[in-house]
């Protein structure tokens, strides 16, 4: 199984355009991937799921854990993921 941890970096956390971006980017990976908030308190969900991903509630600067149990696409799908929800993907692009 995959996994990494990572800190929202969008200054609005994951809401509606940063949310938006990142299942987009989900659904692009060849492995179903999983989000939830590190600490545990609320369930993971499916990553490529705009309204599940809205619903974890998660704030910027708010660590999360990505998991995939695919064996042969996981790590690079949570790496990708992780890598995109360090940006801030709020921020007007230059």
């Known amino acids: 199984m995959a996994e990494?941890?990572?800190?929202?970096?969008?200054?609005?956390?994951?809401?509606?355009?940063?949310?938006n971006l990142f299942c987009t980017a989900a659904k692009q990976q060849p492995a179903k991937?999983?989000?939830?908030?590190?600490?545990?308190?609320?369930?993971?969900?499916?990553?490529a799921s705009i309204l599940s991903v809205m619903g974890l509630g998660v704030q910027?600067?708010?660590e999360v854990v990505l998991t995939s149990s695919d064996d042969a696409d996981g790590e690079a799908a949570v790496t990708a993921l992780a890598e995109l929800l360090a940006q801030d993907l709020d921020a007007t692009p230059a």
């Open 4 to 19: 990494r941890r990572v800190k929202v970096g969008s200054s609005v956390g994951l809401h509606a355009r940063p949310a």
């Open 33 to 47: 991937v999983r989000i939830g908030p590190a600490s545990g308190d609320r369930d993971p969900v499916d990553a």
């Open 60 to 62: 910027s600067g708010e």
